[in-house]
């Protein structure tokens, strides 16, 4: 599920609701465009967070030779590349 499918559902949900003008006895159009759309916008809303949240991940190496130990930490962001840090 994605930003596609929050703006399918939501645009589906105003056809429901605004374009088809019959009724059936089993179930009210209206309310179910209006589910549609409700959970249309949800949906979307939570593929933009998904989509703008940070990422980051830290790497750690640790070398020992005969001068001692050296220690090369790196960080990986998704929105940045990567940094390394000493």
Same mark, same amino acid.
């Given at each position: 599920?994605?930003? =596609?499918? *929050?703006?399918?559902? /939501? @645009?589906?949900?105003? $056809?429901?609701?605004?374009?088809?003008?019959?009724? #059936? !006895?089993?179930?009210?159009?209206?309310?179910?465009?209006?589910?549609?759309? =409700?959970? *249309?916008?949800?949906? /979307? @809303?939570?593929?933009? $967070?998904?989509?703008?949240?940070?990422?980051?991940? #830290? !790497?750690?190496?640790?070398?020992?030779?005969?001068?001692?130990?050296?220690?090369?930490?790196?960080?990986?962001?998704?929105?940045?590349?990567?940094?390394?840090?000493?």
């Amino acid at each position: 599920m994605g930003i =596609g499918t *929050g703006i399918f559902l /939501f @645009v589906v949900g105003a $056809i429901v609701t605004f374009a088809l003008n019959f009724e #059936v !006895e089993w179930a009210n159009l209206d309310l179910i465009g209006y589910i549609l759309m =409700g959970a *249309g916008f949800i949906v /979307f @809303v939570i593929s933009l $967070i998904l989509v703008m949240r940070k990422r980051s991940s #830290v !790497e750690t190496v640790r070398r020992v030779d005969g001068a001692g130990e050296q220690v090369v930490e790196r960080e990986t962001r998704s929105d940045s590349g990567t940094t390394e840090l000493h």
